[in-house]
């Protein structure tokens, strides 16, 4: 039997520098992507390790409060908006389609995991 192979989809296929450009008005530092990236991951780990769920909108808009907080930085909805709209169509890592024919060709099963 095939091993599986089993992928995260943010920022594993879907490349987040997209939102670069978002993050760079609304923050004036296209860093402040990552640093809520890594919110994210932070609070989600959080959530789960305490046993309750938030979908991931839900997380990223806390995340996305804490970094405008931390920065003080005001976001309006529409701002907020954005961000939300850009995950909704990040386009993949160049290298994945590539990749992931090549993993489908030699027979292993993929499945893509997100909570997204």
């Known amino acids: 039997m095939p091993q599986t192979i089993v992928f995260d ?18 923050f004036g530092d296209a860093g402040a992507r990552r640093e809520w990236f890594a919110q994210v991951l932070q609070s989600a780990m959080t959530v789960t390790l305490t046993g309750r769920y938030e979908d ?3 997380v990223g808009a806390a995340a996305l409060s804490m970094v405008a907080q ?3 930085v005001t976001l309006e909805r529409a ?10 169509r990040l386009p993949p890592h160049p290298e994945v389609a590539d990749a992931l024919a090549r993993l489908r060709d030699a027979g ?9």
């Open 9 to 26: 989809v943010n920022e594993t296929l879907l490349d987040l520098a997209a939102l670069d450009p978002v993050f760079e008005r609304l």
């Open 56 to 58: 991931f909108s839900t």
């Open 79 to 88: 701002g907020r908006q954005d961000v939300a709209a850009g995950m909704r």
């Open 70 to 72: 931390r920065r003080g």
């Open 108 to 116: 292993f099963p993929l499945v893509a995991l997100t909570n997204s």
